[in-house]
């Protein structure tokens, strides 16, 4: 078996997807990014597959479809990992970026952040990261905007706090 920079303890259940059966989790895995590949071994059985977590749900998906053919049930594994997590911190020329144009990354949701932190981190020339800020900042909705339930960004350092809107 490859190298692995994790081993994570899984728990699911067969379920027949579009191209065959496929190893769905019991408990959406955080960190570790879809299509990413990994090897998920079941018992004596090591099958490849490619990671696929949307907002709610990992699904493992074997590279061959025949590679869950005849298991069936839920059951426990371990999932091998040659990539190991991602960071979900937010970087600081990102961060800086967001306050020098006064916006809030403090007010997206978990997914949002994670599609944005995801698009920044596969910038392959600090070209290409610069222009990747730049277009995520430009999403950004700006600090001032409330969420749900009248509450605004945390402040920015040096602004007052304005925990609630009246």
């Known amino acids: 078996m ?3 920079a994790h081993r994570l303890p899984v728990v699911g259940s067969i379920s027949n997807g579009e191209g065959g059966p496929q ?3 019991a408990d959406r895995l955080g960190g570790y990014d879809t299509f990413l590949t990994g090897i998920l071994e079941l018992g004596q059985r ?3 597959v490619r990671i ?3 907002d709610d749900v990992t699904v493992l998906r074997p590279v061959d479809p ?23 911190i937010v970087p600081g020329d990102l961060a800086d970026r967001a306050v020098q144009n006064g916006r809030a990354l403090d007010l997206l949701d978990d997914a949002e ?31 001032d905007a409330a ?20």
């Open 113 to 143: 952040l994670r599609y944005a932190l995801t698009f920044l981190e596969e910038a392959t020339t600090d070209v290409i990261r610069q222009a990747r800020i730049a277009a995520i900042v430009a999403a950004l909705p700006p600090r």
């Open 52 to 54: 696929i977590t949307l």
């Open 23 to 25: 190893f769905v989790l």
């Open 2 to 4: 490859p190298a692995t």
């Open 66 to 88: 025949s590679g869950l053919a005849d298991i069936s049930g839920s059951s426990p594994g371990l999932l091998h990992l040659p990539h190991g997590a991602r960071a979900r």
């Open 147 to 166: 969420l749900p339930g009248g509450r605004t960004a945390d402040p920015a350092p040096g602004e007052p706090d304005r925990a609630h809107v009246t």
């Open 46 to 48: 090591t099958i490849p």
